[in-house]
T-cell receptor, first 116, second 111 residues
Framework: GAVVSQHPSWVICKSGTSVKIECRSLDFQATTMFWYRQFPKQSLMLMATSNEGSKATYEQGVEKDKFLINHASLTLSTLTVTSAHPEDSSFYIC????????????FGPGTRLTVL | GNSVTQMEGPVTLSEEAFLTINCTYTATGYPSLFWYVQYPGECLQLLLKATKADDKGSNKGFEATYRKETTSFHLEKGSVQVSDSAVYFCALDQAGTALIFGKGTTLSVSS
């Protein structure tokens, strides 16, 4: 099946630093990628939808300037948490849709972000 | 707006017991419906899906039928195994947009 990778898988950073998380589709072209956030014992909350070559569409309540999303190619999307604070600590998961299989999303393994 | 409601967990069963995890949805039109599973320490994986009313998705002994009249997509398995212990998420996808997830149901199966 289709594989999506994320890097890094775990990151710990000091408050005020920026953290970049990469999401790659390894064996397919992803026209659309999604970024989710998962709090402990809760479901996934969609943060934004990104289409290759265009600006991301953010969900209500998600700060665009805080969570910068770039989808520069058909296999890579990045999420940058700018000036991270402890309340940004969470599990960030990306998913990708292939242009050929538009009703199925393939998920990355997630990135655990801890901000001290 | 669109939403998914699934039964609260955790669900604790003995091996070979029958499993039902209820899922109902609210949506306009005709969404596609999914069950995703997250095994401990692993990514979310698609378990099964149904794209139109009365479709039955099935995989690994799990089944779910898209019931438009009751807006439901309950997950069932006739005989669970210890290896089925995981978190199960019901989700819907309308018009090719992002998935909307239920809160997840933790299943624990003991031998």
């Amino acid at each position: 099946g289709a594989v999506v990778s994320q890097h890094p898988s775990w990151v710990i950073c000091k408050s005020g630093t920026s953290v970049k998380i990469e999401c790659r589709s390894l064996d397919f072209q992803a026209t659309t990628m999604f970024w989710y956030r998962q709090f402990p014992k809760q479901s996934l909350m969609l943060m934004a939808t990104s289409n290759e070559g265009s600006k991301a569409t953010y969900e209500q309540g998600v700060e665009k300037d805080k969570f910068l999303i770039n989808h520069a190619s058909l296999t890579l999307s990045t999420l940058t948490v700018t000036s991270a604070h402890p309340e940004d600590s969470s599990f960030y998961i990306c998913s990708a849709k292939s242009r050929w299989e538009t009703d199925t999303q393939y998920f990355g393994p997630g990135t655990r972000l801890t901000v001290l | 707006g669109n939403s998914v409601t699934q039964m609260e967990g955790p669900v604790t069963l003995s091996e070979e017991a029958f499993l039902t995890i209820n899922c109902t949805y609210t949506a306009t039109g005709y969404p596609s419906l999914f069950w995703y599973v997250q095994y401990p320490g692993e990514c979310l994986q698609l378990l099964l899906k149904a794209t139109k009313a009365d479709d039955k998705g099935s995989n690994k002994g799990f089944e779910a039928t898209y019931r438009k009249e009751t807006t439901s997509f309950h997950l069932e398995k006739g005989s669970v195994q210890v290896s089925d212990s995981a978190v199960y998420f019901c989700a819907l996808d309308q018009a090719g947009t992002a998935l909307i997830f239920g809160k997840g149901t933790t299943l624990s199966v003991s031998s």
